[in-house]
């Protein structure tokens, strides 16, 4: 199992900087993916960033070019910096661990953390 714990969600203006972090209760070397998802009051989960074991990344299109997601080995956290804000980037951000075990496939998640974008 993982724990996860974000951190980070503020209120910024548009156009704006903001950086999360997701700090996790073991070793992220042992964890195939770890991902930051997004959902809007009324809307659906969905993917922001993720990055792998081995450092592939992927971004939502929205995104892209704007929010970078990292990680650091020795304090077992990842992070997303977001840049150049929107109100539409508004949104309570969850991390996500993905752990292959055997066959199976566990998805953990952290409690989530609030961003506000002002226009």
């Known amino acids: 199992q993982v724990q996860l714990v974000e951190s980070g969600g503020d209120l910024v203006q548009a156009g704006g900087s903001l950086r999360l972090s997701c700090a996790a209760s073991?070793?992220?070397?042992?964890?195939?993916?770890m991902g930051w998802y997004r959902q809007a009051p009324g809307g659906q989960r969905e993917l922001v960033a993720r990055?792998?074991?081995?450092?592939?990344?992927n971004y939502a299109d929205s995104v892209k070019g704007r929010f970078t997601i990292s990680r650091d080995n020795a304090k077992n956290t990842v992070y997303l910096q977001m840049n150049s804000l929107k109100p539409e980037d508004t949104a309570v951000y969850y991390c996500?661990?993905?752990?292959?075990?055997?066959?199976?496939?566990?998805?953990?998640w952290g409690q989530g953390t609030q961003v506000t974008v002002s226009s």
């Open positions: 073991r070793s992220i070397f042992s964890i195939n993916a």
């Open positions: 996500n661990a993905v752990l292959f075990i055997g066959r199976e496939v566990d998805d953990y």
């Open positions: 990055i792998t074991r081995g450092g592939s990344t």
